[in-house]
């Protein structure tokens, strides 16, 4: 029973795979673990100092489609000065062009991750993550995925 009750607590404090996706300073909508569970799945390899860890997930573009941003035949005017930003748990944050997620402008493959090495994410870096898989350097790859906010600066 007690252990029980500490895998349950450790189940909460890590948190289902679901995250906050705030337009335009519109009220946040949850992106939830059955969303995510909906959408395609896609792999890629992030680059750690040369060492190279496998990871599975959906792809950002794909998360942000399923939030009502509307890539139609590619993007134009004021969504090319629109920009992504992913918050994590611990107060780190990295922006994306949201050129950068769109596949008619780049193949960018940028990942929203819940696997790494065919396991669940462990609770220092996940449920989610960001991987963006052509970085040289996976300082953009945000672990502890809480939120995305996609700003358009041209009102
Ligand atoms: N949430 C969060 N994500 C982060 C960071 C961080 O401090 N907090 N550091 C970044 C940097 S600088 C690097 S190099 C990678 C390291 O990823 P790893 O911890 O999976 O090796 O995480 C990136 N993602
Ligand atoms: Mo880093």
């Known amino acids: 029973m007690r252990w029980f009750l500490l895998f349950l607590i450790l189940g909460c404090v890590h948190g289902s795979a679901q995250l906050l ?4 300073g519109a009220p946040p909508v949850t992106i939830s673990a059955a969303d995510l569970a909906a959408l395609p799945r896609h792999s890629a390899t992030s680059n750690d100092h040369g060492k190279h860890i496998p990871y599975e997930g959906v792809l950002l573009h794909d998360v942000l489609e399923k939030g009502g941003i509307n890539f ?11 920009y992504v930003e992913a918050l994590a748990s611990d107060g780190y944050q990295v922006v994306f062009a949201l050129a950068d997620v769109d596949p008619t402008i780049a193949d960018s493959g940028i990942l929203v991750a819940d696997k790494r090495d065919g396991q669940a994410l462990a609770a220092t870096e996940g449920p989610l993550r960001i991987v963006v898989p052509h970085d040289k350097r996976p300082a953009r790859s945000l672990r502890l995925l809480r939120e995305i906010d996609v700003v358009q600066l041209n009102k």
């Open 72 to 82: 139609g035949k590619g993007l134009r005017g004021k969504q090319l000065s629109t």
């Open 21 to 24: 996706l705030r337009i335009n």
